[in-house]
């Protein structure tokens, strides 16, 4: 399996600091996704970052890859309490037929 | 949010039961997908479809079956209902083309055998 692996488990921040959030996968991948999951509800895609890309941006979201290390981050700048959900990165192989899941980062974001 | 649409939400249902979720989109998507999530929040792939008549087993050994018979349907059903089946069962859709697509979520469904 080449599930990636999502770093910390869990993240306790106030509003207004940086949250980052770190993935490590095992094999070479095409892309890497990370989505958003509420409580109760189902994922959400956030952002895409493809093999020959190293930094990318969406908003408040800043995604970096480094393939020689088999890594991503995820910094989410300035939280809020709405950005309270689990976190997750999905890989996605140069072989492969669907996106492979970590186990994800709970973030709470408290007032 | 996409639109694709999982029922029931909430299903407590007792062992040996024959039970189907059902998964609906309308944005005619060709891939569909099972994932089942863990308490622990991760998530495994247990049946996928490239299109009507396409189906798939995951990575995730499952007891479950599913069925493809329309481009917006992808039933999932369990035909004997067991405790170890508990479960959230997320249903999943992305566009024709190359699996770099995102994947578009249902809610969910919570189901509990006792």
């Known amino acids: 399996s080449q599930q990636g692996e999502e770093d910390p488990q869990a993240l306790s921040i106030q509003e207004g600091e940086n949250a980052t959030m770190n993935c490590s996968y095992k094999t070479s991948i095409n892309n890497l996704q990370w989505y958003r999951q509420n409580s109760g509800r189902g994922l959400v895609h956030l952002i895409l970052?493809?093999?020959?890309?190293r930094e990318k941006h969406s908003g408040r979201l800043r995604v970096t890859l480094d393939t020689s290390k088999k890594s991503s981050s995820l910094l989410i700048t300035a939280s809020r309490a709405a950005d309270t959900a689990s976190y997750f990165c999905a890989t996605m192989s140069n072989s492969g037929y669907a996106l492979n899941f970590g186990k994800g980062t709970s973030l709470l974001v408290t007032p | 949010e996409a639109d694709i649409y999982q029922t029931p939400r909430y299903l407590v249902i007792g062992t040996g039961k024959k039970i189907t979720l059902e998964c609906s989109q309308t944005m005619g998507h060709d891939k569909m997908y099972w994932y089942q999530q863990d308490p622990g929040m991760e998530l495994h792939l247990i049946h996928y479809s490239y299109g009507v008549n396409s189906t798939e087993k995951g990575d995730l050994s499952s007891e479950s079956t599913v069925s493809r018979i329309r481009t917006e349907h992808f039933p999932l059903t369990l035909e004997s209902a067991r405790p170890s089946h508990t479960s959230q069962y997320l249903c999943?859709?992305?566009?024709?083309?190359?699996?770099?697509?995102?994947?578009?979520f249902g809610n969910g469904t919570r189901l509990t055998v006792t």
């Open positions: 999943a859709s992305s566009e024709r083309g190359q699996w770099n697509s995102p994947l578009h």
């Open positions: 970052i493809r093999s020959n890309e």
